[in-house]
């Protein structure tokens, strides 16, 4: 199975077919945004696939399916609750409509790295927010590094009024709306898939993203350049449906639990790596990268960083506080 997996994983993006899982095997189909290499989730949910499809072979199958072949992050959650998907990883800014705990995650400047997002995500608090949706159906297991956001335009960005007056498209949250407001920019909320194209031609000016996505989409391709804030992160949930998690026998549940916390551990490691091969990618392919002085990153942080106290109720400012004691 693992081997037809790989060779079909192909043919899914091309068809949008999948026939690698043998009859009576639990078939796992996990959909998400990104491409598969040079990316920490698109290498990481493969590397998933091949582990459960050798391991658990006759018992358990996973399809994956990248690029938004099967569902976008606005749509995936609701197919996961009708039982069409069984696991996805959406970013955490994607979960708005499910918890507003984790509005901590978007906050422009809250962590200072990847490290730190770790460090807050493996604490007590953090570990909690997986259950903080098991109302509403979901079942979080696993959070998954991507890394620090940069922005990109049509035009040079190298002090926060630069950006006034320019359309950014900004994933489906409300902290990240907000931060654009800071700016003087136009928030313009849109599905990951629409980027590129939206960026190419005009309907939008800009974007935030990790050098993972700024490479994998080739938004560098049709942006004037990229600017290295590190001004917030992107970081994924692998979550899947209380219903389907809790129909699995304890055994198979288990297997797949220590799999995915493997898998888990081995590519959180690997992330900022990947983003930095990424970044190098970017200027190999003739992207202009900028960087800030000390004053100019100072200046976007002024700008940006007054609207955590819109959120604070929110996400609680025992939280901020334990955040920012990770940071110091
Ligand atoms: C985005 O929508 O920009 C990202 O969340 C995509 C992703 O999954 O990394």
Sequence with gaps: VAAAAAALSISVSATGAFAACDDGEIVIKFSHVTNTDRHPKGIAATLFQTRVNEEMNGTACVEVYPNSTLYNDDQVLEAMLQGDVQMAAPSLSKFETFTKQFRIFDLPFMFKNIDAVDAFQTSDTGQAMKDSMQRRGLQGLEFWHNGMKQFSANKPLLMPEDAKGLKFRVQPSDVLVAQMEALGA????????EVYGALQTGVVDGQENTWSNIYGQKFFEVQDGTTETNHGIIDYLVVTSVDWWESLDPAVRDQIATILREVTETRNAESTAVNEEAKQAVIAAGGEVRELTAEQR????????????????DVGTDNIAAAQSINA
């Design 298 to 313: 100072q200046a976007w942080v002024d700008a940006m960083k007054p609207v955590w106290e819109k959120f604070e109720g």
């Design 186 to 193: 136009s928030p313009q909320p849109m599905a990951f898939s």
